[in-house]
């Protein structure tokens, strides 16, 4: 048992050696001329505006996920619906519970209120979103 | 300046050296995918598999991080005039460039009466290879790399310049 790890020690020392080489070989080798616009980010030749700790609405993600399904749905309802009639009852049936389970999907997604961007329910108002339940709690 | 570049007397040894060295950069010379206009068109046809241009050993790079050849390949406007240098300033050396078209050239057509058109793109970084046409032919693409790549292995890294 030892020697299988023997030989996994030996990998790792092989490994780290090659990797030193190469880095070293580099540094020496490569020439070094660093400035100011080098050193900027890449940004295809724009000028770096801003920090890159940008913050985006959380409620962005939602949207994007639920466009997603329906993207996806689309993609194989084309193809679908171009050998329709060569297919018969059983892909009819089969894309009919496909759709349905995607309905629910977006029944649920009504329900919770995420297709609105301003939410004008609150289900669990509490704290500074209680005025926005229109409820008193 | 790195720890042996332009460190060494010129002698047998950094002579076979340099050779090497400026080799193994010439045969490697990777340029950087940075299409203006029509000539780029012509680029791709160079790079795609009837010219191919990997037979050289030249493959497009998307970053300028990894690049050695810059070709300037179209019309450089003023407002892509500081993109350009940016870029530029932006390749790791040695980098070299090449001016494709009679656009990067002159200004080509735009010469006289393009208000918006740098009038060659020397004007912003300097240029090793100048290809005519409007656009160049693949070929004449091929050749210009095989002339930079004859400029680089004339070149001596390690040996101090006089």
């Known amino acids: 048992m030892y020697k299988d790890f023997g030989t996994i020690f030996l990998f790792v020392i092989i490994g780290a050696v090659l990797l030193t080489v190469a880095l070293l070989l580099s540094k020496i080798l490569s020439p070094s001329k660093p400035s100011t616009n080098k050193l900027d980010t890449y940004e295809c030749g724009e000028e770096a505006e801003g920090s890159a700790w940008v913050q985006f609405n959380i409620r962005y993600y939602v949207i994007a996920l639920i466009f997603i399904i329906f993207d996806v749905e689309v993609l194989f309802l084309f193809p679908w619906a171009v050998v329709y009639k060569s297919l018969g009852w059983l892909a009819f049936i089969e894309m009919a519970i496909f759709l349905v389970i995607l309905i629910f999907g977006l029944i649920y997604v009504w329900k919770k209120g995420d297709l609105d961007w301003v939410k004008y329910k609150v289900k669990y108002g509490r704290g500074r979103y209680q005025k926005l339940s229109g409820k008193e709690v | ?162």
């Not at chain 2, 047998?12 to 050296?17: D, E, R, S």
């Not at chain 2, 290809?131 to 050749?143: D, K, T, V």
Request: charged share 25%.
């Open chain 2, 1 to 162: 300046m790195g720890f042996l570049e332009e460190r060494f007397e010129d002698n047998i040894v950094t002579a076979k050296v340099d050779q090497l060295l400026s080799w193994a950069r010439s045969t490697s010379a990777w340029y950087f995918q940075f299409g203006l206009a029509c000539c780029a068109i012509e680029m791709m046809a160079t790079a795609a598999s009837r010219h191919d241009l990997e037979r050289i050993g030249m493959m497009p790079r998307s970053s300028p991080r990894q690049a050695d050849v810059m070709i300037v390949a179209g019309t450089v406007t003023l407002k892509m005039a500081t993109r350009v240098k940016k870029l530029y300033d932006q390749m790791a050396e040695p980098k070299y460039v090449i001016s494709m078209g009679s656009c990067a050239n002159s200004g080509g057509p735009y010469s006289r009466a393009g208000y918006h058109v740098l009038k060659g793109v020397d004007q912003v970084i300097p240029v090793d290879v100048y290809i005519p046409g409007c656009p160049p032919r693949p070929e004449s693409l091929i050749e210009g790399l095989l002339k930079l790549q004859e400029k680089i292995r004339h070149e001596r890294p390690l040996t101090k310049k006089k």
